[in-house]
């Protein structure tokens, strides 16, 4: 009887400390912010969640809240893409909401696993976006990614676009590991590059969304980037430059096959996104960075305490 | 009075679980409990790691690799110290090292090698744990009560682990989605769960003689031939994650639905474990060679999908079958054969020939699907299964 009324104790204890330690870390709920992709501005997610933007001439300046928490934000002219985590009933589920320019929700995509990438093409037509599915989180270990394609035009959606006919160096390639992430449109709103990995190995992909076809072009570009111009990407490559974050960014020239190294030496794992055609931003750290896109420079701080960063220019 | 107490007089099915021993109830409590606190962090972990720290699935799967390695190594000696000394406090050390790494993983915020240590050093106390708490489940029952017993205790920890999610978005939802009160609130439960085990588990008799040296455990001769047996099946075992994402694959779910595939398993597992222990009390072998054969016909249902639907509802009844008919069962039929003195060795060695023959066997699937597509990977496997069970039959009789 005496254990029995310990455990009991024990159990109030418990209960009172966790339950003051939930209160604690709570977060608050969003505040209404503004109500449309407008101006020439830098969107991204701060570090409670929430979307907010800055103006792109002055980016330690007032934030702007947009009434959204997201945890992978992308936009670019007519459309954007908020892709939020949640937790189901055993593993991570996730949902894709589909924005219009006023920010009204115009489609809502549920997926399963944890967000990871989201890109909007230049016209805002193409919006693709990439989670991670982890298995039996119970017994098993192994993952896998899902990318999916949205055309806002024609309303088609491909949820996991492991069934394009891939090339690999040139011969059809059939592999049930094949996992793409990273898509990045340009501005044809078809041709369209991603990070396509199989038996270990990682590749640049060429795509064709029209076509339904992709081609590997170089191996070793994770998380890639198209620049405005269409002529070099930005991407990840595998570095041990820090511990335990084994990625450092580059450029690649699509022409040529030449990659340079960015002045950042610290790790960077993100799909970085082009400010301007000399300029790239990235996170690191849960701070976002800008850096030239030509290996000079030094690297600075764009936003204290954010993510995911986009820059959105006024169409036209 | 008379009346009612007649009345009350318990079914068949209750006067077996009535002599299931308050101490398998207690450790079954424990476990329940633990496991809402670890599922709890498994079912936000990924993403806590991929969205406020930014890792990938590639780390993630690293740390995994790790704490599999970790673990393989660390049941046996965790087996040896109980078996030297006693069961109880190693299996205290082992869940209260994954409580504190609950604690560890929110101190190590977003630097990345504190956080695989605390990841690591949760399987650590998992590793450490198990073969402890099997062998003071078999201690407390005579041996032809074994498979009611681990029946009893696996059920309850199944309801733990369907529980463990749920409470980690009812925490979710209360906070905002506040990743780091997941973590604060499954420490409590950690806690509490190593309060109901120090309070409430009766400690298994001290060792009054030496356990025999380590050579002598392994050249045992029902040891050997269990282990075999538990090699042979696991290497023809079809993970869990190739079962869902094949059944996501055919088209029966919605992909938003995919999350949900391993609760039908647990469901079906938390229904048959007492029932199916029971019955491997009189027939140990059949039950765990069965189980087999639901897996094979899983596998199979998996390969010829009639229709979507029907491999839906097949697959997840059967797959959860084979797990309510073997996992506690094969520890209920290795308990009573292995020495007294070297039993809870005997148990965690077991467990890692298991473990071993089921990652080689993930890696094999993998190989034959990249190599001969689907069908023929999971042909490959139900054959190689018939024969393993074939296999078991005989070395198990």
């Not at chain 1, 990438?117 to 119970?138: C, E, K, L, N």
């Not at chain 2, 450790?27 to 633990?34: P, Y």
């Not at chain 2, 779910?253 to 474990?273: E, K, Q, R, S």
């Not at chain 2, 765990?288 to 097949?314: D, R």
Request: aromatic share 8%; with cysteine; net charge positive.
């Amino acid at each position: 009887m005496r254990r029995a009324w310990i455990t009991a104790a024990v159990a109030l204890v418990l209960a009172g400390g966790a339950t003051a330690y939930a209160v604690s870390v709570r977060q608050p709920a969003a505040p209404a912010g503004s109500t449309a992709l407008a101006g020439d501005r830098i969107f991204f997610r701060d570090s409670a969640g929430q979307v907010a933007s800055v103006r792109a001439t002055d980016p330690s300046g007032p934030r702007q809240p947009l009434g959204l928490r997201c945890d992978r934000f992308a936009a670019a002219a007519t459309s954007a893409i908020c892709l939020t985590g949640e937790v189901g009933a055993s593993l991570p589920t996730a949902t894709a909401l589909i924005l219009d320019q006023e920010l009204h929700e115009t489609r809502r995509i549920r997926l399963a696993g944890v967000p990871s990438r989201a890109q909007v093409s230049r016209s805002g037509r193409m919006i693709s976006w990439t989670v991670f599915v982890t298995g039996d989180s119970y017994r098993t270990s192994g993952f896998s990614t899902w990318t999916g394609i949205l055309d806002t035009r024609t309303g088609y959606l491909v949820v996991n676009m492991e069934n394009i006919h891939l090339y690999v160096d040139g011969r059809r390639y059939y592999s049930p590991d094949v996992n793409y992430w990273g898509v990045t449109f340009a501005a044809d709103d078809s041709t369209f590059y991603a990070t396509v990995s199989t038996r270990g190995r990682t590749y640049l992909a060429r795509g064709d969304y029209t076509k339904w076809e992709a081609h590997t072009v170089t191996t070793g570009v994770e998380c890639p980037s198209l620049s405005p111009d269409g002529t070099r990407i930005v991407y990840k490559r595998r570095d041990d430059v820090a511990p335990g974050a084994p990625w450092r960014l580059a450029v690649l020239e699509l022409a040529g096959l030449r990659s340079v190294d960015l002045a950042e030496t610290q790790g960077v794992d993100d799909q970085a996104v082009w400010l301007d055609p000399a300029t790239v931003a990235y996170a690191r750290g849960g701070r976002i960075f800008a850096v030239p896109a030509d290996g000079t420079g030094t690297p600075h701080e764009l936003i204290s305490g954010g993510t995911s960063p986009v820059r959105l220019r006024a169409p036209g | 009075m008379y009346v009612t107490v007649d009345r009350d007089l318990p079914a068949p099915g209750r006067r077996a679980l009535r002599a299931v021993p308050a101490t398998v109830f207690a450790l079954g409590a424990v476990s329940l409990v633990t496991d809402v606190s670890s599922e709890m962090v498994t079912a936000v972990l990924p993403l806590y790691l991929a969205l406020t720290l930014g890792l990938t699935p590639l780390q993630l799967g690293l740390a995994d690799a790790l704490s599999f390695g970790v673990t393989a190594v660390l049941r046996p000696i965790g087996g040896r110290i109980s078996d030297r000394w006693r069961a109880k406090p190693v299996a205290v050390f082992g869940y209260a090292l994954s409580a504190a790494a609950k604690v560890g993983v929110l101190l190590a915020g977003a630097a990345i090698g504190p956080l695989a240590a605390a990841i690591v050093a949760d399987r650590t106390g998992k590793g450490l744990r198990t073969a402890p708490r099997d062998a003071m489940i078999a201690a407390a029952v005579p041996a032809e009560r074994q498979g009611t017993a681990f029946g009893v205790h696996r059920a309850m920890d199944t309801l733990g682990a369907l529980l463990g999610p749920l409470a980690a978005l009812a925490v979710l939802a209360a906070t905002g989605g506040a990743y780091r009160a997941v973590f604060g609130v499954s420490f409590c439960v950690a806690v509490f769960g190593v309060g109901v085990l120090l309070l409430h588990v009766r400690d298994s008799p001290q060792r009054t003689e030496a356990p025999g040296p380590m050579w002598a455990i392994l050249r045992d001769r029902s040891l050997r031939r269990i282990c075999l047996a538990a090699a042979g099946l696991g290497l023809f075992t079809v993970s869990d994650f190739f079962v869902y994402l094949l059944l996501q694959r055919s088209g029966a779910v919605p992909i938003h639905y995919f999350p949900l595939l391993p609760l039908g398993t647990a469901a079906i597992y938390l229904l048959f474990a007492v029932p199916l222990g029971k019955l491997a009390d009189t027939r140990r072998v059949r039950v765990l060679l069965g189980g087999h054969l639901a897996l094979v016909a899983a596998t199979l249902l998996l390969a010829g999908t009639p229709s979507a639907a029907v491999a839906l509802v097949g697959v997840l009844a059967l797959h959860g079958l084979f797990y309510a008919a073997t996992d506690g069962v094969l520890m209920a039929l290795a308990a009573p054969q292995l020495p007294a003195d070297g039993r809870t060795t005997g148990l965690a060695l077991i467990q890692t020939v298991q473990a071993a023959a089921r990652f080689v066997s993930s890696l094999a699937v993998g190989a034959l699907w990249t190599a001969w597509g689907e069908r023929t990977a999971l042909l490959v496997m139900a054959v190689g299964l018939v024969g393993a069970i074939a296999g078991a039959a005989r070395v198990l009789r």
